[in-house]
Nanobody
């Protein structure tokens, strides 16, 4: 069983910053790619950013230059630094991880989500 716990969401004014964290725990041998996704009201869940175990990053065009994804492999923790937030960034943000279990299986897991609200 693997658990992803997000934290750091909240209410912020336009132009402000938030830092999301996602801690992975459970029967994990190694974590491969991790990522952040978001789902705004009435919309599908969309990619925000991903990062490989080697640190290669990928961003949605809408967040490039404003958001930074990073990870601490020793702590099995993923981060998302969000700067210059806009009202359109309002969404529930979900953490995702691909990982190898202790018995050698490749699996994926989602966190429960954390709400980010940006007001004008």
């Amino acid at each position: 069983q693997v658990h992803l716990e997000e934290s750091g969401g909240g209410l912020v004014q336009t132009g402000g910053s938030l830092r999301l964290s996602c801690a992975a725990s459970g029967s994990i041998s190694s974590i491969k790619t991790m990522g952040w996704y978001r789902q705004a009201p009435g919309n599908q869940r969309d990619l925000v950013a991903t990062i490989t175990s080697g640190g290669i990053t990928n961003y949605a065009d809408s967040v490039k230059g404003r958001f930074t994804i990073s990870r601490d492999n020793a702590k099995n923790t993923l981060y998302l630094q969000m700067n210059s937030l806009k009202p359109e960034d309002l969404a529930v943000y979900y953490c995702y991880a691909n990982f190898i279990t202790v018995d050698g299986r490749l699996q994926g897991s989602w966190g429960q989500g954390t709400q980010v609200t940006v007001y004008s």
